[in-house]
């Protein structure tokens, strides 16, 4: 089923998460931080090339930002924000927030926003961890993120996985209460079938599976949920020629898999639906619908 993205119908949001090829997660401890500085950066060129397409088709997003780009390269922050989308925190260190301590974790997202407030003149008002790493065992970084000023957080993936995942998680945009406030949470997008859940949401699924299951998700959430999908992708993940690294053979599959094949389907995505930034989405009233004031943050254990 084709959409006409000038016609009417739910308005999803596609975000994009701005690291360079050699911060993955599955090549923590293969390339040292102390080393990133002397990697050939393409974080740049990949981001630009992503920029053209949706500037191509009338699209704004949000691009959740490293801290570690963001403090060489202000200029693409300039970049993006300058063309309309909506700038947010993916940390600075790309560190999974269960590596970190409390601490730890504050200061990497205090300079995260820090950077890219400074770098764009906006304020910054969402985050998401590295690999959706919110998981049970983090969720003291909920309060940590309403002090340090976010307004939303979009980290959690309803699923289960060996990196991440907390199964028990509503599936749609839902308040958060704490000790310090409340934080409006956006799940990773998913289908349900019985009582599990599966992933649509992009990245890794967009490029592992055919394109077929993503439109059928994102299908699926619209017309018969009525809700809108939240998409997500890496600039690496458009670059058939990044450097190869020697990984084991499990990262190499989950991070090479059809480089070839993500700009191409990524137009398709665009022509079959309709996309806007995050943050819009979730002002929308209906991002709240049948939505409690707030759940307590053991709703989610």
Not at 183 to 212: C, D, K, Q, W
Not at 237 to 243: F, G, M, S
Not at 258 to 269: A, D, P, S, V
Request: glycine share 8%.
């Amino acid at each position: 089923m084709t959409r006409d993205v000038d016609g009417g119908g739910v308005i999803n949001a596609m975000t994009i998460d701005v690291e360079d090829y050699f911060h993955v997660s599955v090549f923590d401890g293969l390339v040292p931080r102390e080393n990133w500085a002397h990697m050939e950066s393409r974080v740049c060129g990949n981001t630009d090339r992503i920029l053209r397409i949706f500037d191509e088709a009338g699209v704004k997003a949000t691009f959740f930002v490293l801290g570690w780009v963001a403090e060489r390269f202000g200029e693409l922050v300039r970049r993006i924000a300058g063309a309309g989308h909506e700038l947010a925190s993916h940390g600075y260190a790309h560190r999974l927030i269960y590596d970190q301590t409390p601490a730890a974790f504050r200061e990497d997202v205090r300079r995260a926003k820090g950077l890219l407030e400074q770098a764009s003149g906006e304020r910054v008002y969402g985050f998401r961890a590295p690999s959706y790493s919110v998981t049970p065992r983090t969720l003291w970084a909920i309060d940590i993120l309403i002090e340090e000023g976010y307004a939303y957080d979009s980290s959690v993936f309803p699923i289960h996985h060996d990196r991440y995942g907390i199964p028990l998680s509503p599936r749609h945009p839902y308040v958060l209460s704490s000790r310090s406030g409340t934080l409006m949470e956006a799940p990773a997008s998913t289908i349900r079938f019985g009582h599990v859940n599966f992933p649509v949401g992009g990245g890794g699924y967009f490029r592992l599976l055919p394109y077929a299951w993503t439109r059928l998700g994102i299908s699926r959430i619209n017309d018969k949920e009525h809700r809108p999908a939240i998409f997500y992708l890496h600039p690496w993940e458009v670059d058939p020629d990044q450097p190869r690294l020697r990984a084991g053979m499990v990262s190499r599959f989950r991070h090479y898999r059809n480089l070839g094949e993500t700009e191409g389907r990524l137009r398709m995505l665009l022509r079959d639906f309709r996309f806007g930034p995050l943050w819009n989405m979730l002002t929308l009233p209906t991002a709240m619908a049948e939505t409690p004031a707030a759940r307590p943050l053991p709703y989610l254990w």
